[in-house]
């Protein structure tokens, strides 16, 4: 499988724990501007709320932004156990809000950590998935005789053609899963007899 999971819409659960009402709102985020609104958005849905705690992982593997806070209380009770939570989840591009009503009766450093831990691992178990590719779109230039047998050879990469330009030779612009570039690029090559690569084009 191409790419890497995801979450495939917003959704939102509520826990009760003793006298407060915890809300767990969470969704896609492909850059931190978006996380950044969504927690805004978030916010301004539920402005009477005590707490808006939240973490956030875009990217995925080894290539992470992350972001948390504890948003009022007391440091590392909140913040920290749900991106924890993220963390432990094999996900990426993904956002977390947990609002928080208080009840009026405090749960202590522990009361707290497990009553935020339960409240994003209970959004997660009921996230529905997808996944993201990262796509990349290459200009290549062929003789006419070469045409057809590219165009054969495009669908086993997952290439799809965007464009034809008709003139000496014909160019076409294509976009393609990008971590099948490099065999498509191979595969262009070896119909060419090395003479045609791919050109990366900027989107």
């Known amino acids: 499988m191409h790419g890497y999971p995801i979450p495939a819409e917003t959704i939102r659960i509520e826990n009760h724990v003793v006298n407060s009402h915890f809300i767990a709102t969470i969704g896609p985020a492909q850059t931190v501007e978006a996380a ?9 849905e539920m402005p009477d709320a005590t707490h808006h705690v939240y973490a956030y992982r875009v990217g995925y593997g080894s290539s992470v932004i992350e972001g948390m806070t504890d948003d009022g209380e007391p440091s590392g009770t909140a913040g920290p156990p749900v991106l924890a939570v ?22 202590g450093t522990g009361g ?45 990469y997952e290439a799809v053609i965007d ?11 294509v976009t393609l899963p990008t971590d ?13 007899a090395g003479r045609v690569r791919p050109t990366l084009l900027d989107t």
């Not at 464009?163 to 612009?173: I, K």
């Open 86 to 107: 993220l963390r432990g989840a094999d996900l990426g591009d993904v956002v977390i809000v947990v609002t928080r009503y208080f009840g009026g009766t405090k749960l």
């Open 36 to 44: 950044k609104a969504f927690i805004v958005a978030v916010r301004q």
């Open 112 to 156: 707290l950590v497990r009553a935020y831990g339960d409240a994003a691992r209970a959004a997660l178990a009921a996230l529905p998935l997808g996944r993201r590719i990262d796509k990349s779109t290459v200009g290549i230039e062929i003789d006419y005789p070469l045409y057809e047998r590219l165009e054969r050879l495009l669908p086993e």
């Open 180 to 192: 099948r570039l490099d065999a498509l690029t191979q595969a262009i090559l070896d119909l060419t």
């Open 163 to 173: 464009d034809r330009e008709f003139a000496a030779g014909v160019t076409l612009y």
